[in-house]
Structure formats: C-alpha cells, structure tokens
C-alpha cells in the first residue's frame, strides 16, 4: 500500500484543546506529516489561530475575532474551557505556530476568513517556510487568488451531504484547475471510489477528513486516497502503519 499523509486536525485536538501550541507538540510527538490550524484577523491586523469567527466555544470569553485587539485575545484562557490541566493556555499567532511546526511537518492553514491570504503568505515568506506549507478554505475564489500571489500548494475544502453527481463532479475538476490546486480537501462520508479515481485522472490528489474510527479509517485507505485527517493523531499513525 502506498504511504497515505497523515493530518493532525487542529493538533493532537482529542487530547489537548485545538489550535493550541499544546495541542501541536503532542501531535508532533507520533510525527505527523501535517498539522492543520485555521486561521482568522484580528481588529489590529493580527493573524491568529481559530477556528470558530467567535472566541465563545473554545475560551473563557465572548465576542467575534474580528473586533477584538490581540491583546484582548491574549487575556482568554483558551485551555480550561477543554479541560483544567490546561488552564491559562494562550491564542496563538500564525507566527508562532508556524516557528513551532518549522523543520519538524507541514503546516496545512486553513483561512477561515476571506481576503487575509495576501497577509498570511507575506508572514509565511517572512519566516522562509513557503516549502513547509500549505493553504486550504472553504471559500472558492481564495484559490483563484493564491495562485497569482504564490506556489504555496492549496487544498480546495468541499462538504457534502451525499454522493457527488456526475455535474457536480465535473464542476469540481474545474474549480480545482482554475486553482494551484493540489489536493481535493473533502468530507470522507460522500466519497465514493469513481470520485477518487476521477479527482486522481483530473491529476489531483485527494485528502478525507475528520476520521476517528478505525475501521473508516482503512476504507478509505483501501480505497487509495492520498492524505487522512484525525483528531486522533496517535490513532490514525497506529491503524496506517500496521
């Protein structure tokens, strides 16, 4: 079988809270090839880890990313609301992650918000990791525009509820040409063998996310697909390496 990346969803997030410096040390521990953040701006031109637009679900605080200074932000305890142990965790900067996954695996950068891709690979090509990256989002017309600015690869983020139809697959290998695509970035419940055939004829690989269930897990590796995310980075390295 040939050797499927591996993704750590937002760091080692089953165990430590998301989008931490924490969560990524422990991934990095079972040597991910990649770890995935998501990224947001702040109201001072900050670029900072995120998932969510709000800091309501993952710190002890309230508001949207987008009016709150980085100072703000860095006030919130963005630990204890996962579990005590990590009481007093910090929001981090995309600088910070980035000097943390340097020389050791990919950092895959999901923005999260539109019209911030100039600024983050401006601090990617300032920190000289413009080969230790890539870029991933949901939102279509951010591919478009990387590809004038950089050759950082790019991940096309698609969700869908059911198997894809034969238009919207076509649809699809347009979009991911119209892009420096590199990989079809896609839920794995709808993903069926023609889509992975026809993503790979198209001359793109494909990456499934978010599995935690071992048994999905080896289906879709049965299945050849190039790249695997986990909230459970221990788990996934296990299942694929035996």
């Known amino acids: 079988m040939k050797k499927i990346l591996t993704i750590a969803h937002r760091g080692y997030s089953s165990i430590a809270p998301e989008n931490t410096i924490t969560a990524f040390e422990k991934a990095l521990v079972y040597n991910p090839d990649i ?111 990387i590809k004038k600015l950089s050759d950082i690869p790019f991940m096309q983020i698609i969700s869908y509820k059911s198997e894809l139809s034969e238009q919207e697959m076509i649809d699809l290998m347009n979009l991911l040409k119209s892009q420096n695509a590199k990989y079809l970035s896609i839920n794995y419940q709808p993903v069926t063998q023609e889509l992975i055939d026809r993503t790979h004829d198209s001359g793109f690989g494909i990456s499934v996310w978010t599995i935690d269930d071992k048994d999905e897990i080896l289906r879709m590796a049965g299945m050849n697909v190039d790249v695997i995310t986990s909230n459970d980075i221990k788990m996934l390295k296990e299942v694929l390496d035996s």
């Open 35 to 145: 770890i995935e953040c998501d990224v947001h701006r702040t109201k001072d031109g900050e670029i900072i880890l995120m998932h969510d637009a709000s800091v309501n679900r993952t710190t002890n605080g309230s508001g949207n990313i987008s009016e709150m200074t980085l100072s703000e932000l860095r006030d919130l305890d963005a630990g204890s609301w996962f579990s005590e142990d990590y009481k007093g965790e910090k929001i981090p900067l995309l600088s910070e992650a980035l000097e943390c996954t340097k020389d050791r695996c990919t950092l895959m950068i999901e923005l999260k918000a539109d019209n911030i891709e100039s600024q983050v690979i401006d601090i990617v090509n300032s920190m000289g990791m413009q080969e230790q990256v890539c870029l991933g989002s949901f939102i279509k017309d951010i591919g478009i525009r």
